[in-house]
């Protein structure tokens, strides 16, 4: 399992493990969650230079910074960082879009070899604590009422409990969540709670 891991460019295999308590399977899930959740973050790091939205390229940056070096992916964390810096030291938005190249230039071949190590199969059903499921979809509810980006966050922190939760919509959300599109997300969250609730 280490072995497969160990042929993904980029990866620090022996940092992600420490970060996990050593958990193989669950440092895979966390990876699986990774490549999903961030498949598309170059897209969206540049729709939103686009849109002229510098705090939230920056904000991205950092999260992305934060999750990369914990997950071992060390190089897209300094290439993130050093995106990040780029736009706090005010740099020109062809400045930024390189930075953002140099990120996605990391990016792809990480993703690639985390897919290409993805068992084709049904993955085995991680633990749930189905006790949180009230409190994370209240705090998720709240912040897309709030259009506040940290629902983004807490939709990667807790992935497998929001997608089990979800079940059929979990695509459509995700998507409508990486897409910025929080009043539609926030729709259909409220379609889920109340189907549970009736």
Known sequence: ????????????????LRAVGSDHAGYRRVLDVFARAHGDVAAVLRRRLAAGDLSEVERLARTLKRLSTTLGATALGARAGELAERVESGASASDLEA??????????????????????GPSATPDLDWSQAPIVLARLETLLAEDNTRAKDLLLESAPLIEAILGTHAAR???????????????????VIDTRNG
């Open 1 to 16: 399992m280490t072995g497969e891991l160990a042929t993904i460019p980029g990866l620090d295999v022996a940092a992600g």
């Open 99 to 120: 930075g953002i190249a140099a990120l996605e230039a990391v990016l792809t071949p990480l993703l690639e070899g985390i897919r290409a190590v993805s068992s084709p």
């Open 173 to 191: 959300f995700r998507s409508q969540i990486e897409n910025f599109d929080f009043e539609q997300a926030l729709g259909t969250l409220r379609l």
